[in-house]
């Protein structure tokens, strides 16, 4: 009798626990929280697992599943336990509630701010697999990315690219004193699988974040841990690994967390090796890589081999790893403390554009590459909820980061070989507090600072001799750059579907450092300035029915010259060399832009949006004399003298337009076209405004399978059209009938799919570049692979 009492009472444990269902994201496979399950007799939520328990309702009772961003689901329970307890929903076809946090760093509706913002996140990336967050951002159809090597993506927006840009990761501007105007690189530091949400606000974001977002933000959150809805604690792990055989590269993602009611942790990893990359086979000839120095020991001479495989872009191979914690605690009711730590590291990466430069017939250089690139970030947010005079909400970011990069060159034949290494400590606080006075009217003001401290050195090393000597530092050692700001801004709901957005801004910057004259004869010995800047916006947002809305928004942005913009000596490209400008004053923007959007039936939109800039005092590189001379030797080639200047006014004007169909049942097409135009007050076309460009996707959706077809495509930028610049640049290019260099247009297209094989198990698979095109993206040096499979297989035990 008594194994029929224990039967009975496992029995009836199982079936309490098989009742417990749990919900994801049809797409990603992702559990999904707060989701409201209900019947007539009872409701349920399930917690940050995706889970509930179904014991209060019965085996007769009809369960309605809802959430605010995905479509409604009524199934019997009868039938949800024929599914195993996994029940899937799919996202509304228009999420009209989106939540962002890139505009004031506040959570807030996205439809409640007139500014342009892009989201990506785990859905995107369990689809489009890509390699690092630039590709991310490419994928979006909306930000354009050059790239100078493999190890590397550059966005640009709006016209504006580099240090015009700014990159924030969990609250913490990334942007530091040596930030280049030129094309940078940096945002491949920041791992996708680490990212929960990328935003991308369109636009100045000055008011909030101060100095260089001028063109945009681009704002990363991690994944944050979660916390467990029970007594209990539970474990959140994921694993991905991937491989692409246009590069053949693998990646190999593995992330650990745990959660308890009051507490949470993560601990995460990523290692990704690429190999040399492989471009198409239809395009241009000169896109192809017919000779490579031999890697070997120098005796006086280097030797140059042929190219088995032209489309093999020799020297484009690196690894990378990244690693990241976080820990999150809520000590009391009302207050939140979220830590963390992210460091990512690289081995050395050729930089490729400058391996293909040719001077006469023969390779200019042997050697260029950048040593291991590092960076550290350490971050501690606090977040009060306290209804008081003051605020409602407080929010305190303290950051510190540490920055090592160096640049290594030598010249074919030369036994020269020159080691530039940077490196910079970086402390940063913001302060943030938001108030609401009424129903209708909140305010957000705040405070921020920070601090550089940038660390400089050059040598130069003798490969037959091993001597080593100095050489002149890319900036001065110990150069010093500060930044303080207050801000004050608000929102006012006006009634009748009209909200009102508003700030100012003022910031003070100041940097001084000293020059090293033991190898360039500075007619200055030091440098030391103080800027200041007021910037601000007002927007307007009107929504007169729930299939139209209009946003218009004026705003001003400014960018203080940093110490990459005021001390660096570098060669800009082959034969350039940039010298100091301590005269540098901040630029400003000053943008005025108007959206409208068109619903229709709460499944399609239609969205264009229209802007222009304005610049004034904008740093542009112009020729420059230096001691009365126009050129200067600079590791053994002689180089025409150019520096940054404010130059009078520049003017940018843009359209960008996006549909959103949905045409039947589970099948969704996108679309998106960008057109840019814009000159200086020379009348010179901008060096960072990208071709036409935009994407067309056509996506089903069914059940456990995602799948996509897309074309993404470029148009030609003429010589005429191209930067002052980039003209003095042809290796990038290929030549017009008249021998002038020019950028060509080209399209690709591209199969994308995820299939949900369990609950934890998601395979991904990708066809790239089906046609094997051969193309490089506007201003890049490397060419894009060419067909390509890419695979990855996701588990979340």
């Given amino acids: 009798m008594r194994y029929l009492y224990a039967f009975c009472f496992v029995f009836s444990f199982l079936s309490v626990e098989s009742q417990v269902v749990t919900v994801l994201d049809l797409k990603t496979a992702m559990p999904l929280e707060g989701v409201i399950i209900s019947s007539a007799r009872a409701a349920v939520m399930t917690d940050s697992r995706g889970m509930a328990s179904l014991e209060r309702f019965s085996d007769r009772d009809m369960l309605h599943f809802r959430h605010p961003s995905y479509e409604n689901l009524r199934l019997s329970k009868l039938t949800i336990s024929s599914y195993g307890y996994i029940v899937r929903l799919s996202e509304q076809p228009l999420d009209i509630g989106e939540v962002v946090i890139s505009v004031s760093r506040r959570p807030e509706n996205k439809s409640e701010v007139p500014n342009k913002i892009i989201q990506s996140g785990v859905e995107s990336i369990t689809l489009t697999q890509p390699q690092n967050t630039a590709h991310q951002l490419a994928a979006t159809g909306e930000v354009f990315i050059q790239e100078s090597q493999q190890g590397g993506g550059s966005p640009m927006i709006r016209g504006f690219s580099a240090n015009r840009l700014l990159l924030v990761v969990d609250g913490v501007r990334m942007n530091n004193a040596i930030f280049r105007s030129g094309n940078l690189h940096n945002v491949v530091s920041v791992d996708p699988n680490m990212v929960e949400n990328a935003e991308i606000l369109l636009g100045p974001g000055s008011v909030i974040y101060g100095s260089d977002a001028m063109g945009g933000v681009l704002h990363f959150s991690t994944f944050r841990p979660r916390l467990s809805t029970a007594t209990s604690g539970f474990t959140d792990h994921f694993f991905r690994t991937s491989y692409a055989s246009g590069n053949n590269s693998g990646i190999l993602h593995g992330r650990l967390g745990y959660g308890r009611p009051r507490w949470g942790a993560i601990l995460a990893g990523t290692y990704a090796g690429y190999g040399d990359l492989v471009m198409g086979t239809e395009g241009p000839v000169e896109y192809l890589r017919p000779h490579y120095v031999v890697p070997e020991r120098f005796d006086g001479r280097d030797s140059v081999a042929k190219n088995r495989n032209p489309r093999k872009q020799v020297y484009t191979a690196y690894h990378q790893y990244t690693l990241m914690g976080r820990l999150r605690i809520l000590p009391a009711q ?464």
């Fill in 334 to 797: 009302g207050v939140g403390i979220n830590l963390g730590i992210h460091y990512s590291g690289t081995g050395d990466v050729p930089r490729y554009d400058r391996l293909i430069v040719y001077r006469g017939n023969a390779l200019r250089y042997a050697d260029w590459y950048y040593g291991p690139q590092k960076w550290l970030l350490a971050s501690a947010q606090a977040d009060w909820l306290s209804h008081n005079q003051l605020f409602d909400r407080a929010s305190m970011i303290a950051g510190y980061q540490y920055f090592r990069e160096s640049r290594h060159d030598r010249n074919l034949n030369s036994p020269d070989l020159f080691h530039r290494s940077e490196s910079l400590n970086v402390y940063s606080l913001s302060l943030d507090f938001t108030r609401d006075l009424d129903a209708d009217l909140l305010i957000m003001y705040g405070y921020e600072m920070t601090v550089n401290k940038v660390h400089s050195g050059g040598i130069s090393e003798n490969l037959l001799s091993g001597e080593i000597s100095g050489a002149g530092s890319r900036y001065p050692d110990g150069s010093l750059y500060h930044s303080n700001a207050l801000y004050l801004s608000g929102k006012y709901i006006a009634g009748d579907g009209v909200i009102l957005n508003g700030g100012v801004r003022w910031s003070v910057t100041r940097m001084e450092g000293e020059f090293d004259r033991r190898y360039y004869q500075f007619p200055f010995l030091q440098f030391s300035s103080v800027n200041q800047a007021v910037n601000g916006n007002l927007g307007i947002v009107w929504e007169p029915s729930s299939d139209w809305q209009f946003n218009l928004m004026a705003s001003s942005a400014f960018r203080s010259p940093n110490i990459d913009d005021v001390a660096k000596i570098f060669d800009s490209e082959p034969g350039n060399l940039i010298v100091p400008n301590p005269d540098l004053k901040p630029e400003y923007a000053y943008n005025l832009e108007g959206r409208m959007i068109r619903r229709f039936s709460g499944k399609h939109q239609v969205e264009v949006t229209a802007f222009r800039t304005w610049l004034k005092d904008a740093m542009v590189r112009r020729p420059a004399q230096f001691n009365g001379r126009d050129s200067l030797m600079y590791n053994g080639v002689m180089s025409r003298i150019e520096s940054l200047v404010n130059a009078d006014h520049a003017e940018i004007l843009g359209i960008s337009s996006q549909l959103e169909w949905h045409l039947f049942s589970g099948i969704r097409a996108k679309g998106s076209l960008s057109y840019l135009k814009g000159r200086d007050s020379y009348g010179n076309p901008l060096r960072h405004i990208p071709p036409v460009f935009g994407s067309i996707r056509v996506g089903h959706t069914r059940e456990n399978l995602t799948a996509e077809i897309n074309v993404q495509a470029n148009g030609e930028i003429s010589h005429s059209r191209l930067a002052p610049e980039e003209r003095e640049k042809p290796y990038l290019y290929i030549p017009d009938r008249n021998g002038n260099p020019y950028s060509p247009s080209w399209w690709t297209l591209n199969l994308a799919s995820a299939y949900s094989v369990t609950k934890q198990f998601t395979v991904s698979a990708g066809l790239n570049n089906i046609l094997n095109k051969r193309y490089r993206t506007y201003s890049s040096g490397i060419a894009a692979p060419g067909r390509s499979i890419s695979l990855s297989l996701s588990f979340k035990p």
